[in-house]
């Protein structure tokens, strides 16, 4: 189980765990099985990191205040380095299970992708991990002398996109995770449903 995944993402630290392809699946949902074997996890010197199992209530109240539309839809179980969080929802199937989406907090806006959390990881970001991660801007940043993120930091976005902020290096910054979500998540409320160019 995510054979494909751990080949082409390499721990930070807090391996995985040893006996993930000896769990029975049917005791445990999807998201519990990821979580019991990937924990605290970073990947890829902070590109993609899984959130603690500890943390589960904390990161999903992050995300629903921002997009209460989803409460009692989503479990999360990753963000990467511009603090984007992923996590299933139980509103939307996929291959029979529960699909992922995506909340990225410089656009504001929350994106189905169409995979449930195995294919998402041994697939999906395989495949589309420029798209979903942002790969090759992860390595500009590191490039200009910019600092991989600790476990709980992210590389945010000085102005948001959605307020007409530029999508590129110079408008990076280091950010405090819980301080950003919450910015970002009291802006997004703001504007939610406002017309382009009006005044916050």
Request: with cysteine.
């Amino acid at each position: 189980m995510y054979e494909i995944f751990l080949s082409s993402f390499e721990p930070d630290f807090v391996g995985p765990c040893k006996d993930n392809t000896a769990r029975d699946p049917t005791d445990k949902s999807d998201h519990e099985v990821f979580l019991s074997c990937f924990s605290g996890t970073s990947f890829n010197g902070g590109l993609y990191r899984i959130i603690n199992e500890n943390d589960l209530d904390l990161w999903n109240n992050r995300v629903l205040f921002a997009f209460p539309q989803f409460e009692k839809r989503i479990l999360c179980f990753a963000y990467d380095w511009l603090g984007s969080v992923f996590a299933t929802d139980s509103g939307r199937l996929v291959n029979g299970n529960h699909g992922v989406l995506m909340f990225e907090p410089g656009t504001g806006k929350a994106l189905n992708i169409p995979s449930d959390i195995q294919s998402f990881h041994d697939e999906g970001l395989i495949e589309f991990g420029e798209a979903a991660l942002g790969i090759s801007f992860f390595k500009g940043w590191l490039a200009s002398g910019g600092m991989p993120p600790r476990f709980d930091q992210c590389i945010g976005y000085k102005k948001p996109l959605f307020l007409g902020g530029e999508d590129d290096i110079e408008n990076l910054e280091v950010s405090d995770l819980d301080v950003y979500w919450h910015l970002m998540g009291q802006l997004i409320r703001k504007t939610r449903g406002l017309t382009e160019g009006t005044n916050i």
